[in-house]
C-alpha cells in the first residue's frame, strides 16, 4: 500500500521551503504553491518526501529541515486541526519551547530562550503587522507556522534575541476542493469554516473561505465573536512566472480583563501569594468592549529566470482600527482578609497602517564540483498608527473575593470631562474640566490624549550555503540594516516631532553543519540581534550621547537526525544568549539613565517531529531554560532570573494514531502533554540594614503542574470524519500565567470538550 507523507510528514517535508538554513524565512510563499500543487499531484497515493527535493516546479534550491544549523519547529495544517489550534496562541501554546504570558486576556506575548518574539513574517516577508496594536491572529488563513528559535536579525532586521514566527498562508490548488467544519463545545463554543479551491481557467485558480467562532469564556460574563473572510488567486503567467494576489479580512469583539492580583508579601520579606478564588471570578465590568477589524492586501510575483536561479517579489498592506472600551483593576495587590481594589476605566481608539515588501533573488551555481547555494534580497518595511485614549482611574473599587461590576462612566478621549464621583460615595463633585490641587475629596477626572508615530525599516541582506567538501556545508550571510522612528503628541496640545535612527547596522550570521552520515549531522551557528529603544523622557544618558540599541548574540550547538526513511526527525541543541546595553532608571537621580545592563540565557532542547510509525505521528520536545542577571545596578537582582514567569523545565508533546487497515480503520486516536516545573513573577523585598524591609515583596509562585489532552476521531469515508478533543482531562486547577502581586494572573482553562464535523469534496 503506497502513502502520501506530505500531511503527516510535513515537520520534515514542508521544512523544503524554509530557505538555506536561515535564522528566518526569506521565502516560503512560492514554495508553499508548488506543495499544494505537488500534494494534488500526488494524491493517488505516491510517496512524497519533499525534504530531499530539490528544483521542484520553480527552479529554486531548497534545504531540508535537517541541514538548517538552528532550532525550527513546524505546526503545519495536520497538527492545527488535530488539536484544535484556532489561533496563533493556541499554536504557542502547544510549541516547545514556547512561553506563553501577558497582563491582557487578548494581549499575549510568546516568549522563547528568556526573550518575547518580537519578528514576525507572513510568506517569508518581514512584516510589522502583528505587532504594536495588532491582535493575535486566528488561524484560519494559515497552511502552516514555522517557529524558530534564537535571533532572527538576517531576514528580519530589528528585534529580539528570541526567535521569529512565519505564518505561511493557505494558497490555490491546482485541482477543486471544498471543506467545510461545523464544531461545537463547552461554553457554547460554536466554530465554523468553509473553504473552497478551484480552477476557474487554464493556468489561473482562485481559494476562499469563511469562519465564524462564538464563544463564552470560561470566566463570567466574557465573551468572544470572530468573523474572517479570505479570498486569493494564482495566475500562471508563463511556464515561468506565477503571480499571486489576496485579500484577508479579521473582525474580532472579544471582552478585555487584565487577570487576578495577589496577595502582598509579608513585612517580614516573605513571598506573595496567587489568589484561591473560584476560575470563574472575572475582574472586568460586564460593559467591558473590544473591536478591532483589520484588512490585508498581499501579492507576490515569482519568475524563474533559468533552472537555476528565481526571482520573487511580495508586498503586504494592512490596515487595522481598533476601539477598545473597559474596566479594569489596578496594580495594587490585596490581602487576605481585605480584597478591595481600585478600578480604571479605559477607551482607546487605534488606526494602524503597515507595509511591507521583500525582493529576493535565490538560486545555486557549481563549485567544488558540487552545486552551492546564495540568496541576495532587500526588504522594506512601514508602519504608522495614530492612537487616542482616556484614562479615568480609581473611580470605583471591586472585592476581588465578591466581585461586583461597576457602572460605565462617560469617556472622552478626545476632550476633557468634568470631576465625577467615585462609585458608592455619593460625592457631589465641581462642574468642571480645570484641575484642582488638591482634589475634591472622593471625585476623579480623566486624563487624555493622542499621538501619531511611525517606524520605517528597510534593510539588504546576503546568504551562502558553501559545500568546499562533501559532508561539509558552510553557512555564512550578513544584512545591513536602516530604521528610524518618528513620534508627535497631538493631545491634549500639539507636541514636537522626536524621533531616533539607527544607520548602517550591520547583522552577521554564520553557521556550520558536518554530515556525519547521510542521515544524522552536527551543527553550530552564530547569529546576532539588535533593538532599538529611546532614552527615557525626562532623561539623559550619563557620559552624553545617544542611546545604544540593545545588543544580542547567540551561539547555538546541535544535531538533527532524520529516521523512518526521513519520515522522523530528531533534533537537539544547545545555546547561549547575552544581550548588553540594558537601560536602567537610577532611583536616586531623575536626570539621568544608566546603560549598564547584561543580561544571559541558557539552555537545551530536544525535539521530535514526524511519524514513529504509518499512521503513528508525534510533536513535542523537551526544553530547559535558565536565565539570569549578570549586571544591574539593582544589587537584589544580580543573580537572580530574568524572566522567572519561563519555566526551567517543561515538555510539551501531542501524538496521534490513525488506523491503517483492519477492523479500526478510519479510526484515530491521540492525547497531548504538557508539564512545566515550578515558576515566579514579581520582584524580591528591599531591605535597609537599618530599618529592615522598606518594601514588601511581589513575588508570587506557580508550583509544577501537568496538563492532559485526548482526542478521537473516525472518518467515515474520504468525504466525512468527526473528531472529538477533551482539554485538560483531568480538570487541573492551575495559572496559565502569572506576573506579580499586582495584576495579570490568569487561571488556566478547566476541562473542555468539543466536537468537531469536517466535510471534504473533491
Known amino acids: 500500500m503506497k502513502i502520501s507523507l506530505f500531511n503527516s510528514v510535513s515537520a520534515v517535508g514542508a521544512a523544503a521551503f524554509i530557505i538555506a538554513a536561515t535564522p528566518a524565512f526569506a521565502d516560503t510563499s512560492a514554495d508553499a504553491a508548488a506543495a499544494d500543487a505537488a500534494q494534488e499531484r500526488n494524491s493517488d497515493g505516491d510517496i512524497v518526501v519533499l525534504g530531499k527535493s530539490y528544483g521542484l516546479d520553480i527552479g529554486k534550491t531548497v534545504t531540508p529541515l535537517k541541514d538548517i544549523p538552528n532550532t525550527v519547529t513546524l505546526v503545519d495544517r495536520e497538527q492545527i486541526e488535530a488539536q484544535n489550534l484556532f489561533t496563533l496562541e493556541d499554536a504557542l501554546t502547544a510549541t516547545p519551547g514556547i512561553t506563553v504570558t501577558g497582563v491582557g486576556s487578548e494581549g499575549a506575548s510568546f516568549m522563547s530562550r528568556g526573550f518575547a518574539i518580537s519578528n514576525y513574517l507572513v510568506d517569508g516577508t518581514p512584516t510589522f503587522a502583528y505587532g504594536g496594536s495588532a491582535v493575535i491572529p486566528d488561524l484560519f488563513f494559515f497552511e502552516r507556522l514555522e517557529v524558530l528559535r534564537g535571533p532572527a536579525g538576517l531576514f528580519s532586521g530589528s528585534g529580539n534575541p528570541a526567535g521569529s514566527i512565519n505564518m505561511v498562508r493557505k494558497r490555490p490548488l ?7 467544519s461545523a464544531g461545537y463545545g463547552s461554553y457554547q463554543n460554536f466554530r465554523g469554516e468553509v473553504d473552497i479551491s478551484t480552477p476557474i481557467a487554464k493556468g489561473v485558480t482562485i481559494r476562499a473561505g469563511a469562519m465564524i467562532h462564538d464563544q463564552d469564556q470560561f ?3 466574557a465573551h468572544r465573536n470572530r468573523l474572517d473572510i479570505y479570498g486569493t488567486a494564482k495566475f500562471d503567467i508563463g511556464s515561468r512566472t506565477t503571480f499571486s494576489v489576496g485579500v484577508t479580512y479579521d473582525r474580532f469583539k472579544p471582552a ?6 495577589g496577595i502582598i508579601g509579608g513585612a517580614d520579606g516573605s513571598d506573595g501569594q496567587l489568589l484561591d478564588v473560584p476560575r ?38 494592512t490596515d487595522l482600527e481598533r476601539f477598545d472600551v473597559y474596566s479594569y483593576i489596578g496594580s495594587q495587590p490585596v490581602t487576605a482578609t481585605n480584597g478591595v481594589t481600585n478600578h480604571i476605566a479605559y477607551r482607546g481608539d487605534t488606526f494602524e497602517k503597515t507595509h511591507s515588501f ?72 465641581p462642574n468642571t474640566t480645570t484641575t484642582i490641587t488638591p482634589a475634591p475629596t472622593n471625585c476623579v477626572k480623566q486624563v487624555y490624549g493622542g499621538s501619531t508615530s511611525a517606524i520605517t525599516q528597510y534593510g539588504m541582506y546576503g546568504q551562502m550555503r558553501l559545500s568546499p567538501a562533501e559532508g561539509f556545508t558552510l553557512v555564512g550571510g550578513g544584512r545591513l540594516t536602516w530604521w528610524d522612528t518618528e513620534t508627535q503628541t497631538l493631545l491634549p496640545t500639539l507636541g514636537l516631532k522626536g524621533g531616533y535612527s539607527i544607520n548602517n547596522r550591520f547583522t552577521p550570521y554564520a553557521g556550520l553543519v558536518w554530515d556525519v552520515t547521510s542521515d544524522w549531522n552536527v551543527y553550530a551557528s552564530y547569529a546576532d540581534s539588535f533593538t532599538p529603544q529611546a532614552t527615557p523622557a525626562g532623561r539623559t544618558l550619563v557620559g552624553g550621547g545617544d542611546v545604544k540599541p540593545l545588543l544580542g548574540s547567540q551561539y547555538e550547538g546541535g544535531t538533527k537526525l532524520s529516521l523512518m526513511n526521513d519520515r522522523l526527525l530528531l533534533s537537539a541543541a544547545v545555546y547561549q544568549i547575552e544581550q548588553t546595553n540594558r537601560l536602567f532608571n537610577d532611583p536616586d537621580n531623575q536626570d539621568i539613565v544608566l546603560q549598564i545592563g547584561k543580561v544571559r540565557a541558557r539552555g537545551f532542547e530536544a525535539e521530535a517531529a514526524g511519524e514513529i510509525l504509518p499512521g503513528w505521528r508525534i510533536n513535542g520536545g523537551y526544553s530547559y531554560t535558565k536565565t539570569r542577571y549578570l549586571e544591574d545596578a539593582t544589587a537584589e537582582l544580580n543573580g537572580l532570573p530574568l524572566v522567572p514567569i519561563i519555566p526551567r523545565h517543561s515538555v510539551k508533546v501531542f501524538t ?3 488506523a491503517q487497515g483492519g477492523l479500526l480503520e478510519g479510526f484515530s486516536a491521540g492525547g ?57 482531562l483531568l480538570d487541573r486547577n492551575y495559572y496559565a500565567r502569572i506576573a506579580a502581586t499586582g495584576r495579570g494572573n490568569f487561571y488556566g482553562s478547566p476541562r473542555t470538550v468539543f466536537a468537531t464535523l469536517r466535510l471534504t469534496y473533491r
Open 358 to 429: 521583500d525582493f529576493n533573488a535565490i538560486g545555486s551555481f557549481p563549485a567544488f564540483g558540487r552545486d552551492q547555494m546564495l540568496i541576495l534580497g532587500m526588504d522594506y518595511q512601514e508602519s504608522r498608527s495614530t492612537g487616542y485614549f482616556t484614562r479615568l482611574s480609581n473611580y470605583a473599587k471591586i472585592d476581588v473575593y465578591n466581585p461586583v461590576s461597576p457602572m460605565e462612566p462617560l469617556l472622552d478621549p478626545y476632550g476633557p470631562l468634568p470631576y465625577v464621583a467615585v462609585q458608592g460615595t455619593n460625592a457631589i463633585c
Open 656 to 658: 496521534n494514531y490513525k
Open 219 to 221: 470566566y463570567d460574563i
Open 256 to 261: 478585555i480583563q487584565t487577570g487576578l492580583p
Open 280 to 317: 470563574s471570578t472575572y475582574l472586568g465590568a460586564d460593559w467591558n468592549r473590544f473591536r478591532s477589524e483589520t484588512l490585508s492586501i498581499f501579492a507576490d510575483l515569482t519568475h524563474q529566470i533559468s533552472d537555476r536561479w528565481t526571482l520573487r517579489a511580495s508586498g503586504l498592506y
Open 174 to 180: 491546482d485541482e477543486f476542493k471544498a471543506q467545510a
Open 672 to 728: 497531548g502533554l504538557t508539564w512545566f516545573s515550578s515558576t515566579f513573577g514579581g520582584n524580591p523585598p528591599i531591605r535597609n540594614v537599618t530599618t529592615g524591609v522598606v518594601s514588601r515583596s511581589t513575588i508570587v509562585r506557580q508550583s509544577a503542574y501537568a496538563v492532559v489532552d485526548l482526542r478521537a476521531a473516525y472518518e467515515f469515508n474520504e468525504n466525512v470524519a468527526f473528531s472529538v478533543n477533551v482539554n485538560n
